[in-house]
């Protein structure tokens, strides 16, 4: 056999190289793809926690407004605890969230619920409600 020459069986390692090179690139592009999946559910989680917790803020305004004859007893800024007392100041804290009630127009007796939140895209997350009171009649 000193003159033929030997077939070589198997992968030479440019080719073995250049599998790797495209298994890592579609598993990349798979960790890219699911983080930012998985960072959109969790920025819709957030938000709809807020909403939440801002229609619970107008549900405790409904409940209270029916209590009192007029708007002249809701300060310009405050909050609602879950036993519907007002809480004077700009804002309450619920767990991640800070929810805030202000007069919006005091003439229309409407009043506006912020949620805000730090959120896990960067920045504020925000939700508003705007809602119009309807006071009990004496």
Known sequence: MSGSKR???GDTIVEV???IVVISTVLAGAFLVSRTSLKNVRDS???????KLA???VELLRQAAGRVPNGSSFPASFCLNGSGTVQT????????????VKSFSAVANTYQVTAKWASISGGTGQVQIAYRVVFATP
């Open 7 to 9: 077939l070589q069986a």
């Open 89 to 100: 100041g700009a804002a309450c804290t619920t767990g991640l969230y800070t929810l805030s």
């Open 45 to 51: 989680e957030e938000h709809s926690q807020a909403l």
């Open 17 to 19: 190289m250049i599998a």
């Open 55 to 57: 229609q619970g803020q």
